[in-house]
């Protein structure tokens, strides 16, 4: 079956440092979505991706999927503590009605 | 609206015991989800609905039932509870899926179950 890992799976960076996850399914997606989740909370769909080479921006945060549509990274620029949760990257397969989250990545601040 | 909620927040269970965990969504979203969420980890399929009267299994669905009797709700049932099935249980909806449409998944706030 399909399988979505993200490394690493936890991050501590110092409040202004940049933060990247990556993403790597073992099959080809017809799209990735990433979410948030913050500590006890549920999680909140960031982005979704859907063309090979794709590159999107919200404010801070810069998502990309690889031109194979097999792999996706999303990068912070300058964290805040407001950054602070795990993040998920989810895959769904070509005529797939089933997303496979990955395994996520916790980032924590340092202020 | 709303959006996903579920009841209960909270439940401590004995071994052996039965619970349905209930979750209503109000945005018509054809699609609908359980996962369970163990501590530090990821999501885990359960359940998952592309209908009224169309439920299907996900990654883990031994030990958990489902229906889907209308487009609001879709009620988990948990029979004969074990210890290996405490966890934090999201449902989550969803109004398309496929054809390069916007696919967001709405989240309910979870209910955290115990089974002692």
């Known amino acids: 079956g399909q399988q979505v890992m993200q490394i690493p799976q936890y991050q501590h960076v110092q409040e202004g440092e940049d933060f990247t996850t990556y993403c790597n399914s073992s099959?080809?997606?017809?799209?990735i979505q990433w979410y948030k989740q913050r500590p006890g909370g549920h999680p909140v769909f960031l982005i979704q991706?859907?063309?090979?080479?794709e590159v999107k921006k919200q404010k801070r945060l810069t998502f990309q999927f690889g031109e194979a549509k097999k792999n996706s990274s999303l990068h912070i620029t300058a964290t805040q503590t407001t950054d602070v949760g795990t993040y998920f990257c989810?895959?769904?397969?070509?005529?797939?009605?089933?997303?496979?989250f990955g395994t996520g990545t916790r980032l924590t601040i340092i202020p | 609206n709303a959006g996903v909620t579920q009841t209960p927040k909270f439940r401590i269970l004995k071994i052996g015991q039965s619970m349905t965990l209930q979750c209503t969504q109000d945005?018509?979203?054809?699609?609908m989800y359980w996962y369970r969420q163990d501590p530090g980890m990821g999501l885990k399929l359960i359940y998952y609905?592309?209908?009224?009267?169309?439920?299907d299994k996900g990654e883990v669905p031994n030990g958990y039932n489902v229906s889907r009797s209308t487009t609001e709700d879709f009620p988990l049932r948990l029979e004969l509870a074990a210890p290996s099935q405490t966890s934090v249980y999201f449902c989550?909806?969803?109004?398309?899926?496929?054809?390069?449409?916007?696919?967001?998944?709405?989240f309910g706030p979870g209910t955290r179950l115990l089974v002692l």
């Open positions: 989550a909806s969803s109004p398309n899926v496929g054809s390069g449409a916007q696919e967001t998944q709405y």
């Open positions: 099959t080809t997606l017809s799209n």
């Open positions: 991706l859907v063309k090979s080479g």
């Open positions: 989810a895959g769904r397969g070509s005529g797939n009605e089933k997303l496979t």
């Open positions: 945005m018509n979203h054809n699609y």
């Open positions: 609905s592309v209908g009224a009267g169309i439920t």
